[in-house]
């Protein structure tokens, strides 16, 4: 499951984000959980990340901080989306993303989005 988290609220995005991350540790433990700051990552680790298998853990949970920051990553994010696997849970969180663009689309469509 991916999902976005967007909206200038930065405390209801880091309770939402917060709960998220609590309820999958809670389920699956904390060894499949990965935060990503996206000004730190560049492209192929960032893919790694997300299409690589969960390791000693059924699921991964990989939590996406600013990753419109990173050019390449607004660019392929419709390859990004599609090639992860289903064992992979994707939570994007933005502040502001312009809704012209077509990375605004693609979220919008391809991910269970929420707008705080």
Same mark, same amino acid.
Do not use: C
């Given at each position: ?24 540790? =809670? ?16 492209? $192929? &680790? %960032?893919? +790694? ?10 699921? =991964? ?16 994010? $419709? &390859? %990004?989306? +599609? ?34």
């Amino acid at each position: 499951m991916i999902t976005t988290i967007i909206g200038t609220n930065s405390y209801a995005r880091q309770q939402t984000v917060a709960a998220l991350v609590s309820d999958f540790i =809670k389920k699956h433990g904390d060894i499949g959980y990965e935060h990503i700051d996206g000004d730190n990552i560049v492209l $192929d &680790q %960032l893919q +790694s990340s997300l299409q690589s298998m969960p390791f000693l853990s059924d699921r =991964k949970l990989v939590v996406l901080q600013n990753p419109s920051a990173n050019k390449e990553f607004v660019s392929k994010i $419709d &390859q %990004l989306l +599609s090639a992860m696997p289903d064992s992979t849970d994707v939570v994007i969180v933005e502040s502001i993303i312009d809704k012209r663009l077509n990375y605004y689309a693609a979220l919008k469509e391809q991910t269970k989005f929420r707008e705080l």
